[in-house]
């Protein structure tokens, strides 16, 4: 059964660095779009970064320039890396992968910001 499961979630002082994995099960992983999003408590879920099967990326203005985004086909694995964390980042991040018909979404992690 294809999945994805996101770690590396947890409690940092702002100003602090968390990455995020995101392992995914499915073949062809190389050929999807990998999305990370997040949805804090009462807010809509949000787009955070996107890395296409090529390795173009794009991310929100909110987090650009303190988060990266990467992958590793080799090992079915996506990754969020996130610098100079704010309060404001506090949500539960989820991965997302699609191509063509197929559409998964991980379970979430939680990553709190706070001092």
């Known amino acids: 059964q294809e999945q994805l499961v996101e770690s590396g979630g947890g409690l940092v002082q702002p100003g602090g660095s968390l990455r995020l994995s995101c392992a995914a099960s499915?073949?062809?992983?190389?050929?999807?779009?990998v999305d990370w999003y997040r949805q804090a408590p009462g807010n809509q879920r949000e787009l955070v970064a996107t890395?296409?099967?090529?390795?173009?990326?794009n991310y929100a203005n909110s987090v650009k320039g303190r988060f990266t985004i990467s992958r590793d086909n080799a090992k079915n694995t996506a990754y969020l890396q996130m610098n100079s964390l704010k309060p404001e980042d506090t949500a539960v991040y989820y991965c997302?992968?699609?191509?063509?018909?197929?559409?998964?979404w991980g379970q979430g992690t939680q990553v709190t910001v706070s001092s």
């Open positions: 997302n992968a699609h191509w063509i018909v197929y559409n998964y």
């Open positions: 499915m073949s062809r992983f190389s050929l999807y779009t």
């Open positions: 890395i296409a099967s090529g390795g173009d990326t």
